[in-house]
C-alpha cells in the first residue's frame, strides 16, 4: 500500500490517469482537475481531495479503482461520483 501525501498529486494537475473499469475496454482516462487540501484535526499529515474527469458518457461507480499514472506508478484509488457536466463526470478521492 503506498501512502500519499498532496505533494504526491501537485504537479500532476491537468495530466491523465488510466484507471480499471471493467467495461470490457480496460482502461479509461482520468484527467486530474484539481488537489485541494482539506481541514484536518490530525496532526499526522494533510488531509486533501483529488478531483479528475472522465468523459465517458457512462457513470462509473462509486469504489476502489486501480490506476496507472508514468511518474506515480499503480495504486488504488477509491473513486465517488460527485458531479456531471456537459462533457462527463467528476469524480472526487479523498485522503484524511
Not at 47 to 71: E, G, V
Amino acid at each position: 500500500m503506498q501512502f500519499f501525501e498532496m505533494h504526491h498529486f501537485a504537479g500532476h494537475v491537468n495530466e491523465t490517469f488510466e484507471a480499471d473499469v471493467d467495461t470490457g475496454d480496460g482502461n479509461a482516462p482520468f484527467v486530474l482537475m484539481q488537489v485541494q487540501p482539506l481541514a484536518s484535526a490530525s496532526s499526522f499529515r494533510q488531509a486533501f481531495s483529488l478531483l479528475f474527469h472522465n468523459t465517458a458518457a457512462i457513470l462509473f461507480a462509486q469504489r476502489t479503482y486501480t490506476m496507472r499514472h508514468p511518474q506515480l506508478g499503480e495504486f488504488g484509488i477509491f473513486l465517488v461520483p460527485v458531479a456531471r457536466d456537459r462533457d462527463g463526470f467528476v469524480y472526487q478521492a479523498v485522503f484524511n
